[in-house]
């Protein structure tokens, strides 16, 4: 689960980590009246950034400054409700506007190699780290948590220097070693600060003084461990989900879109890997990864249809149920039910083995639908039936 800026935020402020303040506004008339409280604190600019759920914002004209309300209202008017790479903006932050003296890369992810947390971090910040990696990899330092110590500090005061953060030496140490803490305490696979920067703040006086500060924040969740963080789950921005993640997380389905034809229905994860391996061998590509899980019932089938043919590229259905605590005449009657709802006529092969086949046989047989004795036979048929399906639309003789 991803966070959205404004969340990750407060996330971090609740380690200790130094992030500017800010507010939350979901029109223009909030973006307005959170200007005027920042102008009347103090600052001679706001900046407002469009809270949606994917990078590269500020290049797609979602980070704008505002030096009035009237500006505010105007920038604000202009990002609430631009799209952005697909995401339509809903709300934005406001914040007093950074005066940015260097900008640096600093994240923790989780290394699933070496099971443990990966500290990244660059002087090349406010760019993508990706573009860096592959530009300039020599400019990314790498450090590994201590699995049982956490971040020792002798570690990120080395990291800090080779950053060049030598002149913020402590805060540096404190915020790295945050992240590794931020990383332990909501289960994240990643927390993410670009730009982590040095900005310049004037005091009413007129002193200058330079902080290192977290100015931007992305935290991904595991979703597996959102069990053990009551509260967390609330973060969640439904606005924002894909509608197909939406209902696959609703019906209890584990579903991951993928770039194939044929769309596959199987029980239990390591089936539904095996049968996507033998749709490959038999020449095909399947459009999905699908668990309908163990014991699941009519109504579970019908929604895993709907997301399978959701998916316009799918032109064919591999259903390969092996019966457990799962009963094949249940799934025999959800397909019967969600091929009376389906929008659309798309070839199926059904395979259903143990619990309730020989309940499962004769409904399938009286629906019509293709069964197949195995899973070579039914993964050949699918693939068959997919490549007639693509040759009929590109008008090409199968
Ligand atoms: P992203 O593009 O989605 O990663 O959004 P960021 O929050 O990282 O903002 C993108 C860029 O906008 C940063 O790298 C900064 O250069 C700039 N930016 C963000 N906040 C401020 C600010 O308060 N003041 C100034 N001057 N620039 C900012
Ligand atoms: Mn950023």
């Not at 990643?190 to 004037?202: D, F, G, K, S, Y």
């Not at 091929?339 to 059904?350: I, S």
Request: glycine share 10%; proline share 4%; with cysteine.
């Amino acid at each position: 689960m991803k966070l959205q800026e404004a969340d990750a935020k407060s996330l971090l402020v609740a380690q200790g980590l130094p992030v500017p303040p800010w507010e939350v506004a979901h029109s223009v008339a909030e973006a307005r009246s959170a200007t005027e409280r920042f102008l009347a604190g103090g600052a001679d600019k706001v900046v407002i950034k469009a809270q949606v759920l994917i990078g590269g914002r500020g290049k797609a004209g979602g980070v704008k400054l505002a030096g009035s309300p009237d500006e505010a209202e105007q920038v604000a008017g202009a990002i609430l409700g631009m799209d952005i790479k697909g995401m339509t903006v809903r709300k934005v932050l406001v914040g007093p506007a950074a005066d940015i003296v260097k900008e640096f890369y600093l994240a923790a992810v989780l290394d699933r190699a070496e099971r443990g947390i990966l500290l990244m971090g660059s002087a090349e910040g406010g760019v993508e780290i990706e573009q860096v990696a592959a530009a300039t990899p020599e400019a990314i330092v790498r450090l590994h948590a201590h699995p049982l110590l956490g971040l020792q500090d002798f570690a990120a005061r080395e990291m800090a220097f080779a950053m060049g953060l030598g002149a913020h030496l402590k805060a540096a140490v404190a915020i790295a070693k945050g992240l590794v803490t931020t990383m332990r305490a909501y289960d994240a696979d990643l927390v993410e600060i670009n730009p982590l920067a040095i900005i310049r703040e004037t005091a009413a006086d007129g002193a200058t003084q330079e902080r290192l500060v977290c100015l931007d924040a992305k935290i991904t969740l595991d979703d597996s461990a959102l069990a053990r963080h009551p509260g967390l789950e609330d973060l969640r921005d439904p606005d924002e989900e894909a509608p197909e993640d939406k209902e696959a997380r609703e019906a209890g389905l584990t579903f991951i879109k993928l770039d194939g034809t044929i769309g596959c229905m199987v029980n239990g994860a390591g089936l539904a890997m095996t049968t996507m391996d033998l749709v490959k061998r038999a020449g095909g590509e399947p459009a999905n990864f699908l668990d309908i899980g163990g014991g699941a019932r009519a109504e579970k089938v019908a929604a895993a249809m709907r997301l399978i043919l959701a998916d316009p590229k799918v032109n064919a259905i591999l259903v390969n149920i092996f019966g457990g605590i799962t009963r094949g005449d249940e799934v025999a009657r959800g397909l019967i039910e969600a091929r009376a709802q389906q929008t659309r006529e798309v070839p199926m092969v059904v395979r259903i083995v143990g619990t309730n086949a020989a309940e499962a046989a004769p409904l399938l047989l009286e629906a019509r639908f293709e069964t197949a004795a195995s899973l070579d036979e039914a993964a050949a048929k699918a693939v068959a039936a997919s490549k007639r399906a693509t040759a009929e639309a590109t008008g090409a003789i199968a």
